[in-house]
């Protein structure tokens, strides 16, 4: 079974200043995906960045970035810039790639997520 | 694009009665959409699976009989719950995710109050 850990319950960060968040997970696949969302106050679930286990080069958005180490099993997060409406939980997920009748379940995988509050 | 509607945002509802709860992808069809429930402070926890036309598949330790799903149409997924009680008061999420694309899109979540 897979297992994804995120290690940080809660972190701040100065605004205009650069944090990282961390997540390690555990699988035996070889084929899978990492997601970092968001939960703002408001609660609605936001995509940050995607991650593809094939892919060597760390995925980027913007502001965002991960850095990816495949042989360690480890996700995290690096926040550029940061801005008071980054101010949210953060959930490292993991999906499996999984085709079986009717194309792929897509299931994911929470971690317990890190509370991040950028101060002004 | 890729937008989860998620209705109703609150609802409180009397202990025994039952509540439902619709999730829709606004711009996309959805083949797969899950359920999730969030206590406070808590991350997400997986409670079924719905394929459409297909009976929802859910996880250990959750039970079908008060949690019914139905995903009648590519664009519509309703979870209700029967018979609600104190216990069931949580906030519930539902995501959608598109055949061939690898992200689920959430809904804004449901929070439910049971008197």
């Known amino acids: 079974a897979q297992t994804v850990t995120q290690s940080q319950p809660e972190m701040s960060v100065q605004e205009a200043e650069t944090v990282t968040l961390s997540c390690t997970y555990d699988t035996s696949e070889n084929n899978y995906y990492l997601f970092w969302y968001k939960q703002p106050p408001s609660r609605q679930m936001i995509l940050v960045i995607r991650?593809?286990?094939?892919?060597?080069q760390n995925a980027t958005e913007n502001r965002f970035s991960v850095n990816f180490q495949k042989a360690a099993k480890s996700f995290s997060l690096k926040i550029s810039d940061s801005q008071l409406g980054d101010t949210a939980m953060y959930f490292c997920a993991f999906m499996k790639i999984w085709r079986g009748y009717g194309g792929s379940q897509g299931n994911l995988i929470f971690g317990k997520g890190t509370k991040l509050s950028v101060k002004p | 694009g890729a937008v989860v509607s998620q209705h109703p945002s609150w609802v409180i509802c009397k202990s025994g009665t039952s509540v439902k709860i619709e999730c829709r992808s606004l711009?996309?069809?959805?083949?797969?959409m899950f359920w999730y429930r969030q206590f406070p402070k808590q991350s997400l926890m997986l409670m079924a699976t719905?394929?459409?036309?297909?009976?929802?598949?859910?996880e250990q330790g959750v039970e079908k009989d008060k949690f019914l799903i139905n995903h009648a149409s590519l664009t519509l997924s309703t979870l209700t719950v029967t018979s609600a009680h104190p216990e069931d008061s949580s906030f519930y999420i539902c995501s959608a995710k598109l055949a061939g694309v690898n992200i689920q899109y959430f809904g804004a979540g449901t929070r439910l109050s049971v008197l």
């Open positions: 991650q593809e286990a094939y892919k060597q």
């Open positions: 719905s394929n459409e036309g297909s009976k929802a598949t859910y």
């Open positions: 711009d996309f069809q959805a083949t797969t």
